[in-house]
């Protein structure tokens, strides 16, 4: 059975950091690009960062420069460091995996707000 959990979620002031976990089980984790998702109230799904099996990362515009992906293949867990957060970040982020078969996880709430 395939879960991804993530966690880390929660209420940040404007221009504050955030470190979202997704904890992969089921699943040869090595293998897989491990991305970050994120959807806003009323607005599709949106990519925000990829890291592929080899490490290599591609991040949205909106969040270069501010946003860092990483994994920890030993913990089978990737990770996403959100600094300088703004109101648009707002959203439910999801973490997503992918080799040729996909999986989701449940999502996790980030709210910004003064």
């Known amino acids: 059975q395939v879960q991804l959990v993530e966690s880390g979620g929660g209420l940040v002031q404007p221009g504050g950091s955030l470190r979202l976990s997704c904890a992969a089980s089921?699943?040869?984790?090595?293998?897989?690009?491990m991305d970050w998702y994120r959807q806003a109230p009323g607005k599709q799904r949106e990519l925000v960062a990829t890291?592929?099996?080899?490490?290599?990362?591609n991040y949205a515009d909106s969040v270069k420069g501010r946003f860092t992906i990483s994994r920890d293949d030993t913990k089978t867990t990737v990770y996403l460091q959100m600094n300088s957060l703004k109101f648009e970040d707002t959203a439910v982020y999801y973490c997503?995996?992918?080799?040729?078969?996909?999986?989701w996880g449940q999502g996790t709430q980030v709210t910004v707000s003064s």
């Open positions: 089921g699943i040869i984790f090595s293998w897989y690009t």
């Open positions: 997503h995996a992918r080799f040729g078969q996909e999986y």
């Open positions: 890291i592929t099996n080899g490490y290599t990362t």
